[in-house]
């Protein structure tokens, strides 16, 4: 069984620019969260896919975006980047159609991005 | 005020001490609990996971919930240096169909040798 992975490692960017952060969720599960960490916080969700669709959204602005694929991998996408934006950004697999332990969400070791 | 409250840290501790580390919370909500172990510059790793007030425990670690009085715990016993890291509660309003986990902001733990 393979765990989550994500993609790039690292990422440096400038304001203004656009950026594409890619996911592949644990083997078997349907539902990819992402999440922003900033340094020394914890971290802040973004969104989540479950089954190619949107399902739930947190306090991000409409340039976060994001895609589902049919084998459940996943992208964030973010437009016009800001400084502010710099942060690792995690990516986490579950599968709660199962319930219990099932829907606990595993991550991946984050794309670390740079706005300058 | 945030919805999960987690002290940052420092925390040093000499190897062999046992470690309490908590959380409260507000969202009486809240159903699903996780501590997540974070090494630096790395994704966070699942400790344990509770669904209601009690103790698991899990080799040297136990989890506490307190729903009453909206406070989670988490003891490590006989600490190691390879313990150090940074230690995230989560939690969630739901088990199921779970969407969205509230982290705290994490509290640095360092064991030394």
């Known amino acids: 069984e393979t765990g989550v992975t994500q993609s790039p490692t690292h990422l440096i960017k400038t304001r203004g620019q656009q950026v594409t952060l890619r996911c592949s969720s644990q083997s078997g599960h349907n539902t990819v969260s992402w999440y922003q960490q900033a340094l020394g916080q914890g971290p802040q969700f973004i969104f989540q896919?479950?089954?190619?669709?949107?399902?739930g959204r947190g306090n991000f602005p409409p340039r976060f975006s994001g895609l589902q694929f049919p084998n459940y991998s996943s992208e964030l996408n973010v437009n016009a980047l800001e400084l502010d934006d710099s942060a690792l950004y995690l990516c986490?697999?579950?599968?709660?159609?199962?319930?219990?332990?099932?829907?606990?969400?595993?991550f991946g070791p984050g794309t670390r991005l740079t706005v300058l | 005020q945030k919805e999960v409250e987690q002290d940052p840290g420092p925390l040093s501790v000499p190897e062999g001490a046992i470690v309490s580390l908590n959380c409260t919370y507000s969202?009486?909500?809240?159903?699903?609990f996780m501590w997540y172990r974070q090494y630096s510059r790395k994704g966070p790793e699942l400790l344990m996971y509770?669904?209601?007030?009690g103790n698991k425990e899990d080799g040297r670690f136990t989890a506490q919930v307190d729903k009453s009085s909206k406070y989670i715990s988490l003891f490590i016993r006989d600490s190691q240096p390879s313990d150090s890291a940074t230690y995230l509660c989560?939690?969630?309003?739901?088990?199921?169909?779970?969407?969205?986990?509230?982290f705290g902001t994490g509290t640095r733990l360092k064991v030394l040798a």
């Open positions: 989560a939690m969630s309003p739901s088990t199921s169909g779970t969407y969205k986990y509230i």
């Open positions: 509770t669904y209601s007030s």
């Open positions: 986490a697999s579950s599968l709660p159609e199962t319930g219990g332990s099932a829907d606990t969400q595993y």
């Open positions: 896919y479950y089954r190619e669709e949107e399902n």
């Open positions: 969202n009486s909500a809240f159903q699903y």
